[in-house]
């Protein structure tokens, strides 16, 4: 006996060995008679042992329990764990299938006994001596640093990869208990008394029989059964969640109502994002730094896709993968470019006493033209301003750091207009009077020109642009005339809308959110006028100034009432009821010429911006907030806003501000100086 048993010794030693049919007698050796000092612990189908060996070595042995032991699944977890050698997918080294009778009393006490076969099931796995994945898990400010997170949610993926693509298992009880960590913290995926497989054909099935853990359960499994790999993947989303904050809280998919679950899962990704950049921007290694931030950003994009409520929008474990991997070759191809050419070129002042409400204050050493133009691109951590003499400056606001500086080529004119085009990953710039020209630029995987192209009558310069939120299209305003540009088409001109007047030099453009058919101008002929992307003329033309007007845009109350809201040189912000085509709210008299106004995307809060560098917020319910100045020369000349809810960005010749909003009281009573306000057309 003893030399078998120095037989599976070596055997077990070997961890390319295959898994071995060991005896019932030799395990309970190893575990002392499976006492309970050997437990190591205890999972939904039986207690697991640890199992010395005579070297030394410890291998763990789960004993399942007989009463809920189907034979099936002993058979289908065996097959199942014969085939997996992996580094995140914890060892199989044996098991033991032995049955014995024994004589069991009758439950009605009558002292008579029946003879029954009693399976002995057990399965031995490689021990993993740094406990499960929850033992480790805890708020982001304490605990494991980002870096070793990162390595353990890669694991995790990488091991699903496997199991999915190679091995063409389901787990169906991912959770951080059932993640290993090794001596070294390399996560191995443990315990597959659940798990279903599927041929190379099959993708779902419906089973009657659920059991899993809940809080990780896929809701499509929960609630009908639906067994796919999309149930591991909703599993993983959770966990992803939990390595990253420390819990497994997320937002509430509003499946009725996108627009709000959009906002509230940038507003979560916003606060996530912002607690790790706190901890992670004392670092003294700036690329690291860097580098870990936007891995941040992307695990928590990746997580909040594998939890949507909807199974078809859940990526593939592949897909995660090739995401992580392609986001770990950019991060190292964009730190080999910025030993050549990367140069920190911001600074955050330290003035938030002067004016509390802002968050950050950004000032730039490079360039030192003047800015006339901004945009926020609301999928990356990134503003883009315009300047003169043909500059575009690229900043990082979270690592407040400039990313790219860009020198239109021979151009020496002011930079007008700039607009980021997410989906494509693009900016495209508008240039002042002499020009005419919109050039058009890819960002990734590095900044670089791909389109320029002249529009209709360009001797004073492109005004506006604006880029359809869905179709492939950009609006651009130049010397009166708007043209609607296909870039699907190689940017091909598709309409020219017709000029009214010899004042109709239109200064802005905006789409409609509500029918992305519509859009709005504003104009020096006092005017703002709604059009149809079917029509070379207005829908209808709306009065009421008596100055230019510079700025418009839309929204929404929250009965769902769409307005206009415009701001002219006359000093005064008007709001346009778009049924009725009238003017039904007044706000001014302000002190200096209204040259932005912008209806914040996710909070009912307007934001007009005034040329003496005054920001005043107000309610879509007409009840004025607060005001308060950035000061500088140039005043609120650029305006605009996060997704996320309560960020506004905005900037004057020579800084850029951000700052937090809250949909509070209003601070000074309506009526006062700076709170004026009247209905009627004014």
């Known amino acids: 006996m003893a030399s078998i048993y120095d037989e599976f010794e070596k055997k077990l030693e070997d961890s390319n060995a295959t898994p071995l049919s060991l005896p019932l007698d030799f395990l309970k050796n190893i575990t002392c008679d499976f006492s309970n000092e050997s437990v190591l612990g205890q999972g939904g189908f039986g207690l697991v042992y640890k199992g010395v060996l005579r070297s030394g070595k410890i291998i763990a042995v789960k004993k399942l329990f007989e009463i809920r032991l189907k034979e099936e699944t002993f058979q289908n ?4 764990l014969m085939g997996i050698k992996h580094q995140n997918v914890v060892l199989f080294v044996g098991y033991c299938a032995e049955s014995k009778w024994e004589a069991i009393e009758q439950p009605s006490g009558t002292g008579k006994h029946i003879f029954a076969e009693m399976p002995n099931r057990l399965l031995c796995f490689e021990y993993v001596s740094n406990k499960s994945l929850d033992k480790h898990i805890s708020d982001e400010s304490l605990g494991l640093e980002w870096n070793m997170r990162y390595d353990i949610i890669k694991g ?37 008394g659940l798990s279903r497989i599927f041929g190379e054909q099959q993708s779902r099935i419906i089973t009657d029989n659920r059991t899993g853990t809940c809080g990780y359960m896929a809701p499509e499994y929960l609630i009908r059964g639906l067994v796919s790999k999309k149930a591991d993947i909703f599993s993983m989303g959770v966990i992803v969640i939990e390595i990253i904050t420390g819990h497994r809280d997320y937002p509430y998919f509003q499946q009725d109502n996108p627009h709000r679950t959009a906002a509230s899962l940038q507003q979560f990704t916003d ?47 592949k897909d995660i993968l090739e995401m992580l991997n392609g986001l770990d070759k950019m991060v190292a191809d964009n730190e080999l470019q910025s030993d050549i050419q990367c140069k920190d070129r911001l600074q955050v002042l330290n003035t938030t006493q002067a004016i509390p409400t802002l968050t950050q204050i950004i000032s730039r050493e490079v360039p030192k033209e003047r800015m006339i133009s901004l945009d926020i691109n609301q999928t990356e951590s990134w503003i883009a301003t315009g300047h003169d003499k043909g500059y575009i400056d690229i900043c990082d606001y979270i690592m407040q750091k400039s990313m790219c500086l860009v020198k239109i080529k021979d151009v020496p004119l002011e930079v007008t207009t700039i607009k980021f085009i997410e989906r494509k990953q693009w900016f495209i710039v508008g240039l002042g009077p002499g020009s005419g020209k919109i050039y058009v630029y890819s960002y990734k995987p590095e900044v670089q020109i791909i389109r320029s192209f ?13 880029v359809h939120p869905t179709q ?84 929404t109350t929250d009965d769902n009432q769409q307005y206009l809201i415009t701001g002219s040189s006359d000093k005064f912000a008007k709001i346009w009821d778009m049924q009725t085509k009238t003017c039904v709210q007044t706000f001014g008299e302000f002190k200096s010429s209204v040259i932005s106004v912008v209806s914040h995307p996710s909070l009912p809060v307007l934001i ?61 009573p309506v009526g006062s100086e700076e709170a004026v306000g009247s209905s009627g057309s004014n």
């Open 454 to 466: 002249r529009v209709k009558r360009y001797l004073l310069g492109i005004n506006s642009l604006a």
């Open 77 to 80: 977890e065996v097959s199942y």
């Open 472 to 555: 492939p299209y950009v609006l651009s305003s130049c010397s009166g005339y708007i043209q609607l540009w296909d870039w699907d088409k190689n940017w091909e001109c598709i309409k020219t809308f017709k000029k009214l007047s010899y004042f109709g030099m239109e200064l802005q453009l905006a789409f409609n959110p509500k029918d992305t058919n519509e859009f709005a101008s504003v104009s020096p002929d006092l005017t703002a006028k709604l059009w149809s992307l079917d029509s070379p003329k207005p829908k209808y033309i709306l009065a009421g100034h008596s100055d230019k007007v510079n700025c418009v845009d839309f929204f």
């Open 608 to 668: 007009i911006g005034t040329r003496d560098g005054a920001i005043h917020l107000w309610g879509t319910n007409f009840r004025y907030k607060r005001q308060l100045s950035i000061g500088g020369p140039g005043g609120a000349n650029g305006l605009t806003c996060l997704t996320a809810l309560g960020r506004v960005v905005m900037g004057n010749e020579s800084a850029l501000f951000m700052m937090e909003i809250l949909d509070e009281e209003p601070d000074a």
């Open 271 to 317: 606060k996530v994002l912002l607690s790790w950049t706190n901890k992670l921007i004392s670092t003294p290694d700036n690329k690291s730094t860097e580098r870990s931030i936007r891995q941040v950003r992307q695990c928590i994009g990746i997580a909040l896709e594998c939890v949507d409520p909807s199974m078809e929008k859940r990526p593939t474990a």
């Open 156 to 192: 995790i993926c990488t091991g699903m990869h496997f199991l999915h693509d190679e091995c063409h298992i389901i787990h169906l009880d991912l959770k951080p208990e059932n993640i290993l960590m090794d001596s070294t913290m390399t996560p191995k995926i443990a315990d597959f």
